[in-house]
């Protein structure tokens, strides 16, 4: 206790930051996985995941599984309803949903090329001509094999990804996607209550997720110099 207290005042725990997913680092990745880099299915499969990760700020662990499927906790085929112009997914838990109460997420159809509508979309398309049992109760995110994408097997593709996009894959984990999607929301300004709602929060704490940029802390402090109170 005593030498974890020195070695924080002595700054010697130095933990590796965590990057964000912006928009602009999913649209190269997309465009990777569209290029092709594992297999037809595995990319379409990626490029979905991601995508809504992105949009509904999902955790890596409520899209992904540990060790086992389960399906009374972790996402189903039957947890996404797809209508005209948008798709429910409903999640059973989360981090911030202790009773599994559950709650149903938006994903709306939009005319740029990334959009989770369509992702889905094209995905159970994918999967229903290549699934001769295409099971409601199945996992909604498989592999090749059909199992249950694990985090293991996710993170490692994402990191792939990213190295071949240009990136340092090291600084990107699956908290990056909510990253990405808070700080996304705020740079767009998105209202706090807003970005709360979307990200499922139930205090400020989406607030340490947002990662500010220099020049925006630079031009936040020059507007203070330019107060008619000084």
Not at 4 to 15: L, M, S
Not at 47 to 55: D, L, Q
Not at 148 to 154: E, K, M, N
Request: hydrophobic share 35%; net charge positive; aromatic share 10%.
């Amino acid at each position: 206790m005593v030498m974890r207290a020195v070695k924080r005042i002595q700054g010697e725990h130095n933990p590796k930051p965590r990057l964000p997913i912006t928009f602009q680092v999913l649209g190269r990745i997309c465009n990777s996985l569209r290029a092709g880099v594992f297999s037809t299915f595995t990319d379409c499969m990626l490029e979905t995941a991601c995508t809504v990760a992105v949009f509904v700020f999902l955790r890596c662990g409520e899209f992904t599984v540990s060790k086992h499927f389960d399906s009374t906790v972790n996402l189903s085929v039957t947890d996404v309803e797809i209508f005209d112009s948008y798709a429910i997914l409903h999640l059973k838990t989360s981090k911030t949903d202790p009773f599994r109460k559950g709650v149903s997420i938006q994903l709306h159809k939009s005319d740029h090329t990334i959009c989770p509508f369509s992702a889905v979309q094209k995905y159970f398309a994918i999967r229903q001509g290549r699934e001769v049992s295409f099971c409601f109760s199945d996992p909604l995110f498989v592999k090749e094999n059909g199992s249950a994408l694990d985090r293991d097997f996710f993170i490692r593709s994402l990191r792939h990804v990213l190295d071949i996009c240009g990136y340092n894959s090291s600084f990107y984990n699956g908290h990056s996607f909510r990253i990405g999607a808070s700080t996304l929301a705020r740079s767009v300004n998105i209202q706090d209550h807003l970005i709360k709602t979307l990200g499922r929060w139930t205090s400020d704490s989406y607030c340490r997720y947002i990662r500010i940029s220099k020049d925006t802390i630079r031009k936040a402090q020059k507007s203070l110099t330019s107060s008619n109170h000084i």
